[in-house]
C-alpha cells in the first residue's frame, strides 16, 4: 500500500511537471496552428498550452486525494475509483498522440500513464487486499468492544 501511495504522488509531481514543460513549450506549436488560422496562431498555441496546464493541475489534485484516500482505505471503494481515473486518463493519455503536442509533453505523458498502471497493478495486489480487510476486521473488533456494556465486578 505505501509503495501504491508513493507512486500517486510521484503521478501529482509528473503532471505539474507536464503542465509546466506544456505551457514552456506551447509558443512552439504556433507553426502548426498557423495552418489553420495563421492570425491567432500565437493565441491558439497559449491557450492549448494553458489547457494542457489546467488538465494536468485537475489531475494532480486528484493523484493526491486518491493517494490520501487509499492511505485510509478500510473498503475497496478507493481501488475502485482510482481504477475508473485511469480508465479516464487513458481516455486523456491518447489526445497527447492525436493533438499536436511537443515531444516533452509527450514524454511526461507516457511516463505518468505508465505510473498510473503501475500503481493499479499495487493496488490490485493481493497485498493490498489483505491490508484492507485486516483494517476492516480491526475497526469491527473495536466498535464490538465499545459497544459492549461492561459491568463491574462487586
Request: net charge positive; glycine share 4%.
Amino acid at each position: 500500500m505505501r509503495y501504491a501511495v508513493a507512486l500517486m504522488v510521484l503521478g501529482a509531481v509528473l503532471e505539474v511537471g507536464t503542465a509546466a514543460v506544456a505551457l514552456a513549450t506551447s509558443k512552439s506549436l504556433r507553426p502548426v496552428f498557423a495552418s489553420t488560422d495563421a492570425h491567432d496562431a500565437h493565441g491558439i498555441a497559449v491557450a492549448h498550452g494553458q489547457t494542457i496546464a489546467v488538465t494536468c493541475a485537475v489531475a494532480a489534485a486528484l493523484w493526491l486525494i486518491m493517494a490520501y484516500a487509499n492511505y485510509r482505505a478500510r473498503t475497496d471503494a478507493p481501488r475502485i475509483i482510482a481504477a475508473v481515473l485511469f480508465y479516464l486518463g487513458t481516455e486523456d493519455f491518447a489526445q497527447y498522440f492525436k493533438d499536436p503536442n511537443t515531444a516533452g509533453t509527450r514524454a511526461f505523458a507516457v511516463v505518468t500513464w505508465l505510473v498510473g498502471l503501475a500503481v493499479l497493478v499495487l493496488l490490485f495486489s493481493n497485498v493490498v487486499a489483505k491490508t484492507i480487510r485486516s483494517r476492516t476486521a480491526r475497526r469491527r473488533a473495536q466498535q464490538l468492544h465499545d459497544a459492549t456494556p461492561w459491568v463491574r465486578p462487586q
